[in-house]
C-alpha cells in the first residue's frame, strides 16, 4: 500500500480517532483513496503512501466529523423568528402558522442550504433530519456533498405539502422509494412526529414501511411533562410504554429527547435496544426538562446528541451542544464526574453515528470507514494551553475553530471557505428577508 | 456640537443600546470625543457631526461593551489542566499543587494578557477579577486597555506572594493604594475569597479597608451545598446570614455564585441592596447547583452573568455564557418565558456594570457614558435571518462574531485584529507550553 499513490493524505495532525481503543495519535497522518479512510500512521513510525492532495493540518486536532443526530433543516427559516414563549403558544401561534405561508418546495431548498453551510462551517458531516418537502432537503444536502438520514415527516394533521393525512405515509414512502440506493450519503427513513400527534395505526404502518426496508424509524417521544401526563390520562402508560406496546421500539428506532423517562422507560428502551437523540439545548431553552442521560447510558443504550431545529436553539452548533450536554448533566445530578469529556464527544462522533444505524461508515478514524473528518484549529487564545484535547474540542472550542471538513473524501470546506455552497446566493434568498 | 469634528463616528449599525428604555435603532450611528459617547443618531433624522475617523458597521450590531462580573484571568494557566473531577479532588490535587508551583508574577503576567487577548476577541470590554500577584494582572490589563475592576486576594492560608496569611489584608490595600488614581480603566477593589477560607476578623478587616475607600468588596458565597453544611454545622447559619451577621453585605458588596440561596438568603441580600455574580457555566461543569436567579431578580437584586476562570468554564466567553444563562433558568423552572433574551443581555452589559459599581461609567450607549462598545457581524449563516436582535445576541451569536471592539473610546480590535496585544509572542511563551 505504502508504495501506490493515493488521493489525499493529512499530515501534521493530532489525531483524535474515538475508535474503539480511543486512541489518540500525536503527529499522525491520515491516507484517503477515492470516499475512504486506507491507513493512519504516525509521522516517523511507518512509511507515509505518496498522496496526490496533501493537506497539512499544522498540529491542529484531526478528527471524526460531528454528527447531528436531530434537525429539522428548513426550520433555520424560522431561527429567532418567536423565542422566550410558552412551548403551545410557540407552536400554535407562531411556527405552525408561519409553516403554513412559508414553507414550501424552494423556501425548503434554500434554508437546506442554509443550515448546511452552518453545519459545515461548525464541523457537522452528518445529520439526521426530518420535515415535510423532505425532498427538497435531500436535493439540498446533495448539492453540498453532506451525509443525511432524512425522513419525510408523518403527522395526523394537515401539513405542508400534505393537505390530506391519510396520505401521510404514503408520502413517506414515496420519499423513501425516491432515494433508496441514489447516493451513497442521502439515506432515507421515517419520521413519524409523535404519539400523541399520530395515531397507533399511523405509527403502526409507518413502522412497518421502515421494517420493510430496514430503515430508520425517527419519532419524538418524552420531551414534556405535559406530553407524558397527555400520554397517562389518555393511554394509562407513559410515551415509551406505549410505543412499546403498540410495537415499533427497536435497534432500528430513534427516540428523540427520552426527558421524561423514568426506570422502567429505560428499561424498555434498553431491552429493545432502541436508541436515544439527546437535544439539551432545545430541551432547555423550551423548559422541557433535563434527560437523565447518565442512566440511559448506564442502561447501555446508545445516546446520540442533535441540535434540533434553529427555531428553538437557535443554532446548529455541535461543538456548543456537547460543552452544555456535559454540563447540564453534571448539575442535574450535582456530580462533575458525570459524562466526562470523552464520553460527550463519542456521542458526537461514533455514538451519534450508532444512534442513527451508520457507525459502519462514519463517526471515527480507522481504516475502512468513510473519509468524514474535520480539522479543528488549537492556535486560538482561548485554546491555549491545551492539555487533553478531548477537555479541549468539548470545554473550549467553538464552531468557528474548525478550519476544514471532508466527507467521503471529498472537501467540502477548506481554510473557513465552503466549496459546495454559494453563501452570497443563499444569504440574498427572499426567504431571508426580515424587513 | 454637530459643527464640530469629533474623533470617531460609527455609522450604518443596529444600535442596541442597553438604556433604560431598551431603545434600538436602525441605521444608527455613534459619535466618539476622546472617551466618551458624545453622540447618538439615527442616519437621516438627526445631522452627523464630521469626524476624523469613521468606521463602518456595515448593518452589523452595535452595543455596549460585555462585562464580566468574576474571573480569575491567570488561571488560563490551567484550561483544561484537570476537568470532570470532584471538586475537592480537583482543587486540592490539582489547581492548589499547580499553583504552588506554577504562579509568579511573570506567569499571571503573560497569562493575563493571554485571557484578555481571550476576551476581546469575543467582545468583553470590561471584566471584574480577584487573584493572586494582582499587581501582575493590572500591568497586563493595563497595556491591553481593558477597563477593569481588579482584586488583590485575600485567604487565611499561605498563597502565591503571601507566605504569611496574617499579612493577606496588607498586600490586598497595598495594592489598592498602588492602583488608586492610577489609571482611569483600573479600578482597585478587595477580594475576599470567601467565609469558609477567611476568618471573621479577616472578612471584617478586609470589608473595612474596602469601605474607607469606597471600593468594591467581592466574595464567593453560597457555590456548593456542602458549603451551606458547612457553615450551618459551623456557625448555624447559611453562608448568606452568616456574611449579614458579621456585616460586610452592603450595595459595594458582590456576592459571586449564590446557588445555594433560600428564601431569607435573598430577602438579606435584597435588603442590604447587595449585588449577585451568577456564574452558570462554572455552576455547572463543577456540578454545584442552579442558581435561582429569577428569584433573585424577582427580589430586586442587581445580578450580573461571569465566566469564572479557565480552569471552571473552560473559557472566557460571554456570550456562551449568556446562552447557557437563559437556557439553564428556562430548565431549572420547566418555563421557557424565564430570564428572557433582553433581560439576559442586560445582565451582561448594564446590569452587569450595575452589579461591580462602574454603571455610570459603562453598560450602555448613551451620551456622556464611556466609549465602551462592540460590533457585531450579522452576516454570518449561523446568523441568518434577522428578526429579534436580543434574540440573535444570545441565542445565535459567538464570540467569533465580534468584528470590532473599543473601549472609553480607543479601538483595540479592529476587523478581529487585536492591536494592543501580540498574540504571537504570547502563544510561544513557555508559560504555556504543555509537552
Redesign the interface.
Known sequence: MPQDRIDIRIDNGLLVTCDSEDNVIKNGWIAVQHNEIVMIGKTGSEAKPDASDIIDAEGGIVMPGLINTHTHLPM??F?????????ME?LNNHIFPREATHINPESVYMATL?SC??ML??GTTTCCDGYFYEDSVAEAVRQTGMRAVLGHGVIDYPAPGIDNPDQNVAHALAFTEKWMGRTDLIIPSIFCHSAYTCSENTLKKAKAAADQNQLLFQIHAAET?GEKETMLSNHGVTPLQYLDRIGVLDENTLIVHGVWMDAMDIKIVSTRKAKISHCP?S????????APVQEQLNAGITVGIGTDSCAS?????ML?EI??A???Q??K??????L??KTVLKMATIDGAGAIGIDHLTGSLEPGKQADMIIVDI????M?????PF??LV??A???DVRDVMVAGRMLMRNRKLLTID?NA??ASE????D
Open positions: 433555520s427559516l431561527r429567532g423568528l418567536a423565542d422566550d414563549l410558552p412551548l410557540w442554509l453551510a452552518e462551517l461548525s411533562a439545548e430541551n432547555m431553552k423550551l423548559g422541557s426538562g433535563i436553539n437557535n443554532d446548529l452548533d456548543s460543552d452544555c456535559a454540563k447540564l453534571k448539575v445530578y450535582l456530580d462533575p464526574t458525570i466526562d469529556a492556535k486560538k487564545p482561548h491555549i494551553p491545551m492539555y487533553n477537555s479541549h470545554y473550549s467553538r464552531g468557528s453563501m443563499v444569504a426567504y431571508f428577508m426580515t
